[in-house]
């Protein structure tokens, strides 16, 4: 594998990264492989009923002395590139893509921490983001990433936050953009969409991934979004999440809580939010990491695979529920990973449940739409079975605003 250039020798690679990142590693097996696009997660250890997503792994010793010297901040970047020493991207500020995204405020929440036994508890409100949704610190790092292997057209295939996330940063890097969605999504976000300058096209969802493929082989165009079956997601886009670590450890004055629930779908965000926390360890700044609570939907995969133990990934088939954007039928391994090597766990809310939390985060002004509020709705199921197992603090991930969800969402509020 290519060794990273010195500190202080960073330069644009071209589609390569530069600075401390060393290539990319398979969350399962461990393979290594260049800075490539790989869009459909690791080749190695791929089965028929087996996929393992890529993620970006970095010099850490090299890391750690950088970070001993200037903090993992710089003055210079903002958004997520204030933490642009931890991110895949070439580090001289060239090609980063930026609308002010992160930098949410960490609200502490003491008229629900009660209920839960909790001494201190606070909800991460990501719906202050640019777009609304934690999605824009992924959509970043994926349009830059996307721009240095010189892509032309970036395409996604979405409910909603992710596409509306990947239109606006496409729009802020003048590339072009195509949304692929379903029939049933908001008018207000699909005019957003539009009005990003993407081009929206409504597909029944069988048929989404198929034209995704299609698009990506035929015509060049980079995924911002998962394009394989068993679901691996995008190699560059989750290292956005990391900044959520890094801005709660630096928000709590270098605590890491005992817990941080995340509304989960394909995993991306609970995923690289876990790594965030254990890079901190890597670097000697934590000593541990948080245990990950996933929180997704009635019925949803990820409760079943954990359950039938390691390597697994589990199809449920299409459900109905209240909080469509995280409404996955497959799990992936990076769910898996984040809440197994965190000591961590699955929790899954009804309707009924998230609306009644999507209620009580009203209360406190916070505006989560149904998939956001799931991560309040889990820590409750959670602690209802009393197996917080002495937990004392905890963050809740709010992943995405109340303001975009249809007229029926946000009535239940
Ligand atoms: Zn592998």
Redesign the pocket.
């Known amino acids: 594998m290519k060794q990273p250039p010195g500190d202080g020798e960073r330069q644009r690679a071209g589609g390569r990264g530069s600075g401390f990142v060393l290539g990319l590693q398979?969350i399962?097996?461990q393979?290594t492989f260049p800075l490539e696009p790989m869009h459909e997660g690791?080749p190695?250890?791929a089965t028929d009923r087996f996929r393992?997503s890529l993620s970006p792994t970095y010099d850490y010793r090299l890391l750690a002395e950088h970070v001993a010297r200037q903090g993992i901040t710089s003055d210079a970047g903002i958004g997520v590139w204030r933490y642009r020493s931890l991110l895949p991207t070439a580090t001289d500020g060239a090609g980063e893509i930026s609308l002010g995204e992160g930098h949410t405020p960490l609200v502490p929440v003491p008229e629900l921490a009660g209920e839960l036994g909790l001494t201190r508890l606070w909800v991460k409100n990501e719906a202050q983001n640019p777009t609304a949704s934690f999605k824009d610190r992924n959509a970043a790092i994926t349009v830059a990433k996307a721009l240095e292997f010189g892509a032309t057209t970036i395409i996604a295939s979405t409910s909603a936050n992710h596409g509306l996330a990947v239109a606006a940063y496409c729009a802020r890097a003048d590339v072009d953009c195509v949304i692929l969605t379903y029939p049933g999504i908001p008018d207000n976000v699909r005019s957003l969409m539009h009005a990003c300058g993407a081009r929206v096209i409504v597909t029944e969802r069988e048929a989404r991934l198929d034209r995704l493929r299609e698009a990506v082989a035929d015509n060049g165009w980079y995924p911002a979004t998962n394009m394989t079956r068993l679901p691996t997601n995008n190699a560059y886009g989750h290292e956005g999440y990391k900044t959520i670590s890094y801005e709660m450890f630096e928000q709590l004055g270098g605590e890491v809580p005992d817990i941080v629930a995340v509304p989960t779908g394909f995993g991306e965000g609970i995923f690289g939010i876990w790594k965030g926390f254990r890079e901190l360890v890597e670097l000697k700044l934590a000593n541990r990491v948080p245990r990950m609570l996933a929180c997704e939907p009635l019925g949803g995969p990820l409760t079943l695979a954990v359950d039938h133990g390691d390597r697994h990934l589990v199809d449920v088939g299409p459900r109905s529920t209240i909080a469509r954007g995280i409404a996955v039928t497959v799990n992936t391994y990076m769910g898996v990973v984040a809440v197994t090597r965190s000591n961590g766990g699955v929790a899954s809310a009804s309707d009924p449940e998230i609306v009644h939390a999507q209620h009580d985060l009203a209360a406190c002004g916070l505006l989560a739409e149904p998939a956001s509020a799931v991560g309040l709705a889990g820590l409750r199921t959670v602690a209802r079975r009393d197996r917080l197992d002495g937990a004392q603090t905890a963050v809740v991930i709010a992943t995405s605003s109340a303001l975009k969800s249809t007229p029926t969402e946000t009535a239940a509020a």
């Open positions: 398979c399962h097996c393979a690791c190695a250890c393992a």
